[in-house]
């Protein structure tokens, strides 16, 4: 039981919105703040809970509603006010954890020898990289690189949109995007660009076994034409819509190359 609040009088023990440690937490809503203390705030059961598995949690907040429905987690009671401050949603389910970020540098990811990569270039909407996140790691890759001007993977939306998956990968950010790509490629991976005007059709391409880095651009402005990509493949349209979006787009490629990885397995 963590040490009464001074500023809870009615219900001691109870942490508050002016307890020190949720003030602290809720900082963690500011990406400067997730910046300088390398942690960040994972919400509700599930998030928690892949959190504790990969073992990043440094601190649980919870309410006592919360706490009973998962004793097996031990937590800081916080009061209604408090939990609402920390959480990010409009109906918080209650828990909230302060983790450690997962970032490795794209040097030791690539020493686990991925076969699949996603690489998110520019995407600025959090929940499309927390889809994309997901989606990735339902696929098999390995490693997630976020390069450019990438939201930060750590934001809340982000997070949530993972759905747990955040934990599951080896978590890379590259400023330089030119600087990652020539290092994927010096690593043997094949570099594809999604693109919905790129001259490969993505069911013509005969070497989907081999080890490849997908890059994804943002719905708004796609990838920046300069990149040094393999090839840049488009997804084919069938029927009547102009385009994919992003979220559906990465879903093809990265499964289309997974069921041809495991093909040759």
């Keep these: 039981m963590p040490p009464p609040d001074p500023q809870s009088s009615s219900r001691p023990g109870v942490f508050t919105v002016r307890t020190p440690r949720v003030v602290a937490a809720r900082r963690l809503h500011r990406r400067r703040d997730r910046d300088e203390t390398g942690r960040f705030l994972a919400e509700g059961p ?5 959190a504790f598995r990969a ?9 006592a509603d919360a706490a009973a429905r998962h004793p097996e987690w031990s937590a800081s ?18 828990l909230v954890a302060v983790c450690r970020q997962r970032d490795v540098p794209l040097e030791q990811a690539l020493a686990r020898k991925p076969r699949l990569v996603a690489v998110c270039v520019d995407i600025r909407d959090p929940g499309n990289a927390g889809t994309v996140l997901r989606t990735a790691d339902a696929a098999g890759a390995k490693t997630v690189i976020f390069a450019g001007d990438t939201v930060d993977p750590y934001n ?3 997070v949530r949109s ?3 998956s955040l934990f599951h990968v080896d978590i890379v950010r590259a400023r330089d995007t030119a600087a990652a790509i020539a290092t994927l ?14 001259k490969s059709d993505l069911f013509d391409l ?3 076994h081999r080890p490849t880095a997908w890059l994804f651009g943002s719905e708004a402005h796609g990838l920046p034409r300069d990149l040094a990509a393999d090839l840049r493949v488009r997804v084919p349209l069938y ?27």
């Design 156 to 158: 809340g939306k982000a």
């Design 185 to 198: 490629q010096a690593a043997g991976l094949q570099v594809l660009a999604a693109d919905g005007y790129g």
């Design 55 to 63: 073992g990043v949690v440094t601190e649980l907040f919870a309410t």
């Design 46 to 50: 599930q998030a928690v809970r892949e």
């Design 77 to 94: 009671l916080v009061d209604d006010a408090a939990m609402e401050a920390l959480a990010d949603t409009v109906q918080p389910q209650g």
């Design 206 to 208: 005969s070497d989907l």
């Design 239 to 265: 029927g009547g819509a102009e385009s994919l979006n992003l979220a559906a787009a990465a879903a093809v490629c990265l499964y289309s190359s997974a069921k041809a990885m495991r093909s040759v397995e």
């Design 162 to 164: 993972s759905a747990g």
